[in-house]
Nanobody, 122 residues
Framework: QVQLVESGGGLVQAGGSLRLSCAAS????????MGWYRQSPGKQRELVAT???????NYADSVKGRFTISRDNAKNTEYLQMNSLKPEDTAVYYC????????????????WGQGTQVTVSS
């Protein structure tokens, strides 16, 4: 009943920028913690950044100073601004959100986006 729809991935040269978006729709009513994760072939999925409903953020050390996570609570949408991209950032990026349904707004469960490919060429 909840869908997280991602957009904004693509191919970019090293040093370039991309902005990812992820919107919760469907039966989403309340949204708690939101975040971004990424996964490269043969590697474990890793945390990139999280943001609380109040705007508190955490970042993986590998992206600090380059990536910025933000959210628009009115739109149930999160963003990831990625600057100074490196080839090491190449991965499928997945958005995540803890969502309460319209029928149960205070019982939050994890939902995941479909993933969007980010490829950084050298």
């Amino acid at each position: 009943q909840v869908q997280l729809v991602e957009s904004g991935g693509g191919l970019v040269q090293a040093g370039g920028s991309l902005r990812l978006s992820c919107a919760a729709s469907g039966s989403a009513f309340s949204v708690g913690l939101m975040g971004w994760y990424r996964q490269s072939p043969g590697k474990q999925r890793e945390l990139v950044a999280t943001i609380t409903s109040g705007g508190w953020t955490n970042y993986a050390d590998s992206v600090k100073g380059r990536f910025t996570i933000s959210r628009d609570n009115a739109k149930n949408t999160e963003y990831l601004q990625m600057n100074s991209l490196k080839p090491e950032d190449t991965a499928v990026y997945y958005c995540n959100a803890k969502v309460g349904l319209r029928s149960s707004p205070y019982f939050l469960q994890d939902y995941w986006g479909q993933g969007t490919q980010v490829t950084v060429s050298s």
